[in-house]
């Protein structure tokens, strides 16, 4: 499957756009001719049409009896009538199922870390489950549904709202052909109370990477907020627990802390008595101090005046 690239050797892919040589291509019956049929059916939209009317004619036919005229109309006429079976099946389910499996080889291409399943599309389930993964964990689900209908229906958004519920997430992707009257773009359109992402088929590996980071962002935040909710559980849990440890009558803690309040008190009164007696004592002191001063100063006093005596006796002698 391919696109002229260089024309001598190699040719790219119209699905994958990856190059390969040209040589290798004929080695599985593949033409110039024939990816020029492919690339047209992808730019129509008709790829899956294309494999399901591939399959039922090889299913039916013979390709060596293809040599033969009268074999050439028996053909045409078998592959008429395989065409209006084929557009009858595609009316309905089988389209979708090709979708799914071409669209999960897309997904798994472009995010290889990430899971994609189908086992439980044919119960009526989700068409795809996709598993973000990161750091090897799983870190959020995201519901993939394919919609190949060419007119808008909202049972699309109702059915992929079930289905998230099923799977149990906030996140879902709608691959359609089909888009309501009310977005604003062809090709991506996001219901933000939803959380659903719109898409073109063409242009889901570009969504579902935009998307894939913007659900990561959104679970770190909201993991954030679940890790300070529980925070503030915990401490308005612990803080209960502490005020009824603190109000129990019984708690020897709180009759140690009335033992220790009357002792602190007591203390403080003798720290107030002592001080007192100190400055008491203090100013005792300070008078004993003056009187002995006091008294001093009469002896000095009554010794200069005995001097003074002493001195007149000499002199009358």
Known sequence: MATILDE???VKCPVCTSSIEEQKLGMVGLTRETLTILKVHKKKETFGKLLQLCDAMMKNMNPEKLLKES?????ILSLQKAIDNVNARLG???IGKVGEIITVK?????????NFSDENANTGDTDIVATVIEGGREKAKICISCKYD???SSKFIQQLQKNKKQEKTDYGI??????PSDSLNERIHYLEK???MIIKPEFLSIGYGGFRREVMALEIANQTIKNRQQNEKDFH???QIITKWLNDRTNPVLKSIEVCKKLSSDKENRNKKFMKYVTTYENDMKKDDNSILDELDLISDAMSDLDEVLKNEKTIK
């Open 194 to 196: 939803q959380k659903i």
């Open 174 to 179: 709608l691959v359609s052909k089909s888009f």
């Open 106 to 114: 897309e997904l798994k291409s472009a995010l290889p870390q990430d």
């Open 150 to 152: 060419d007119t808008w």
């Open 92 to 94: 309905g389910t089988a």
């Open 237 to 239: 849990k612990t803080l």
């Open 8 to 10: 001598n050797k190699f």
């Open 71 to 75: 074999d050439n109309k028996a053909m």
